[in-house]
């Protein structure tokens, strides 16, 4: 499975960005997909996965903010980030787990300025 994530961009706080990311490959197999981020001197985090049967789980500090989603016919997975804050900031990377095994895409990154 390749991943190619796209959609990030220096905005203001209190405004939006969707984030994609197409898939290629053996997708059918695909478990879960998720999004993580990492910002500079921070650990990698999770933000939010999606399950193949469609079930959601987010980050604390995204909820009611981020809503993860898929498009199964253009084989792409989104993060639309709404009220983006300063803390926000960071290299969103996504992520395809099959079987257990994490295939990951190139990051793209998100600045979210005061």
């Known amino acids: 499975v390749q991943l190619q994530a796209s959609g990030g961009g220096l905005v203001q706080a209190g405004e939006s960005l969707r984030l994609s990311c197409e898939a290629s490959?053996?997708?059918?197999?695909?478990?879960?997909m998720a999004w993580y981020r990492q910002a500079p001197g921070k650990q990698r985090e999770l933000v939010a996965d999606?399950?193949?049967?469609?079930?959601?789980n987010y980050a604390e500090s995204v909820k009611g903010r981020f809503t993860i989603s898929r498009d199964n016919a253009k084989n792409t997975m989104y993060l639309q980030m709404n009220s983006l804050k300063p803390e926000d900031s960071a290299v969103y990377y996504c992520n395809a787990t099959i079987l257990g095994f994490a295939y990951w895409g190139q990051g793209t990154l998100v600045t979210v300025s005061s």
């Open positions: 999606l399950t193949s049967g469609g079930t959601t």
């Open positions: 490959g053996n997708i059918f197999s695909i478990d879960v």
